[in-house]
């Protein structure tokens, strides 16, 4: 029989990093819990960083999971906004591995594939998919439901590889 593991998944973001938490026994996956932290647009950036690196602790601290899945950005802003944002997944990265979490990073298509099926699914097709999955979720944002991805993405891999070792 296998170990229930708990993973946490972050949708890096400067507005909103949203956060999932599930528990994966084997196939089977359970919602925990999800969020969002959502620094005031007005603040300084090393501010809205910190209310980042707080809200996350919060969550690893109230929850405690075991593993970590962080969403890579994509960006084709500007040279400053994805500086801003990558600083912002620097924290994301950064929160849980001093937690002493294992952080798995996964692109975006990487997700959706694993979520949806097809590495070009759309937001209302991730959402659907992680509320089939996941039916206890409710109505998570998009942000939730990004992060939720990423931990159904992570869950996915991390069976796959256990089959792959055994």
């Known amino acids: 029989m296998s170990t229930t593991v708990r993973i ?8 909103y990093t949203g956060w999932g938490i599930i528990d994966a026994q084997g196939s089977a996956l ?4 999800s969020g969002r932290v959502a620094p ?12 980042l690196v707080a809200g996350l602790e919060d969550a690893l601290a109230e929850y405690r999971p075991e593993e970590a899945a962080v ?14 944002l990558g600083q912002a997944r620097g924290v994301c990265l950064m929160t849980p591995a001093r937690a002493g979490l294992p952080v798995a990073e996964y692109a975006p298509n990487q997700i ?3 979520v949806v099926g097809t590495g070009h699914a759309d937001k209302g097709q991730i959402l659907a998919m992680v ?13 939730e439901a990004d ?20």
């Open 40 to 51: 005031k647009p007005a603040m300084e950036l090393a501010d809205r960083l910190c209310v």
């Open 147 to 166: 992060a939720l991805a990423a931990a159904l993405c992570h869950a996915a891999h991390r069976q796959f590889r256990m089959r792959a070792s055994a």
């Open 71 to 84: 969403e890579e950005t994509f960006v084709n802003a500007d040279p400053r906004s994805a500086l801003k």
């Open 30 to 33: 359970r919602y925990v819990a």
């Open 112 to 114: 959706k594939k694993a």
């Open 131 to 143: 509320r089939r999955l996941l039916p206890k979720v409710g109505e998570p944002t998009a942000d």
């Open 8 to 15: 946490i998944g972050i949708d890096p973001g400067l507005r």
